[in-house]
């Protein structure tokens, strides 16, 4: 019955997220934890048992029905925002706790690799990089910077 019933609100959701400015979709667990997948990924959502998984190209996530609180569709604020650029470094929010942002030359070397905390959060120290650009890839986007 929860199964149906959680379904049911995900399509009475439709609407909303059809007329609203949205940009992810959030599933609000009973433990407190959030799981995001931005919609311009294309997530896809399915079940297993009582079992929900939402899957994109590059991450997946699943997680017991009747340990979700609710789903939820939001306007989240970019992963980066000017507030979030110093002249030392970048401040990525909104990740996946466990989640890696990597750091690469524009010849494609590995120069760092960092893994978001248990709020989502990886603070990028762009001082103990090296100069130059470099291409900066998160499960959730790719950007470039002069260092």
Known sequence: MKKKAFFLFLWLLLPQVLLAKVNAVVVHQTNGSKTMFMLA?????????????????????????????????????????????TSDGI??????????VRVYTV????????????????????????KGVLIIRSPETTIKVNN
């Open 107 to 130: 010849d494609g070397k590995t120069v760092s690799t960092l893994t978001a905390d248990g709020n989502g959060v990886i603070a990028l120290d762009l001082s103990a990089l090296p």
């Open 41 to 85: 990924d294309a997530p896809v959502v399915t079940h297993s048992g009582n079992t929900l998984v939402l899957r994109t190209a590059t991450k997946e996530a699943s997680m017991p029905v009747e340990g979700i609180e609710n789903v939820t569709f939001e306007d989240v604020p970019t992963l980066i925002d000017e507030s979030a650029i």
């Open 91 to 100: 401040l990525f929010r909104q990740l996946t706790a466990g989640s890696e």
